[in-house]
């Protein structure tokens, strides 16, 4: 879309959002022109991972906005046609401008979305599975890393993830690893967050998961590479 945000810093917004108590609504958008199938399924795989953190409102298709990238450079994105929804002219009377009125367009261009139907049909199921963890009155799963003594942290997963326990006590790596993440050739424990469902790679990241208190996250996001190094060879 030409945004300028990558998907690991949407996921970081969702987490700090739980985290802070902030309520966040948001779409999951679909029918991008020239999506892919693996997109769709990247994204019902991340789902199950991320039930912890606010579920969207809608699964939306996306749409051509006037002054959006895709207005403004169709061609870069593969759309042809493009044009007014023909719902305009059933509103404006016939000699209006309906290029110069219309705030969206309708235009032609490949997608997946298109071309596999049931993509759609799986999104919508996992996305009223998602918002059902969410219901009002009952608490929403978590995947919350608390600190303990002596630089140990308790992590409380409740995402009912074949393969996960409920508590596991970390130590200052895996901590950091769950919590604040980084590339992935640089973070040690990568793998080892990867495989334990704790973290996904995104963009070139090891993008972490877990969630926890703000003054705890405050610290940690605070610490120098120095304080973070001195930290984890710190024996216990």
């Known amino acids: ?5 990558l998907a690991r810093q949407n996921l970081a917004l969702l987490r700090y959002a739980r985290a802070a108590g902030m309520l966040v609504t948001w779409n999951l958008l679909t029918g991008f022109p020239g999506d892919k199938r693996e997109d769709y399924d990247s994204t019902l795989a991340l789902i199950p991972l991320i039930r912890h953190l606010p579920p969207p409102m ?7 906005s006037r002054f959006s990238s895709y207005a403004n450079k169709p061609d870069a994105y593969g759309i042809t046609g493009l044009r007014p929804p023909r719902s305009y002219a059933w509103i404006f009377p016939s000699h209006a401008d309906l290029e110069s009125l219309a705030s969206q367009y309708d235009g032609d261009f490949a997608c997946a979305h298109n071309s596999y139907p049931e993509l759609q049909v799986a999104l919508e199921q996992a996305h009223r599975e998602w918002r059902e963890g969410w219901k009002v009155g009952a608490p929403a799963p978590a995947l919350h890393l608390t600190p303990g003594n002596e630089g140990y942290y308790t992590l409380l997963d409740t995402r ?3 393969g996960t326990a409920m508590f596991q006590l970390l130590d200052e790596e895996q901590a950091r690893a769950v919590l604040i993440g980084g590339p992935l050739e640089r973070q040690r424990l990568a793998s080892w967050a990867i495989e334990r469902k704790l973290a ?3 963009d070139g990241w090891c993008a972490p998961l877990a ?8 610290r940690w996001e605070a ?3 120095e304080e973070v190094q001195n930290a984890l060879a710190t024996p216990v």
């Not at 809608?58 to 051509?64: D, Q």
């Open 200 to 202: 996904v790679a995104l």
């Open 160 to 162: 009912g993830l074949e």
């Open 211 to 218: 969630t926890t208190d703000v003054e705890t996250w405050r």
């Open 1 to 5: 879309m030409g945004k300028g945000v």
């Open 58 to 64: 809608w699964v939306s298709r996306a749409v051509l």
């Open 223 to 225: 610490r120098t590479p």
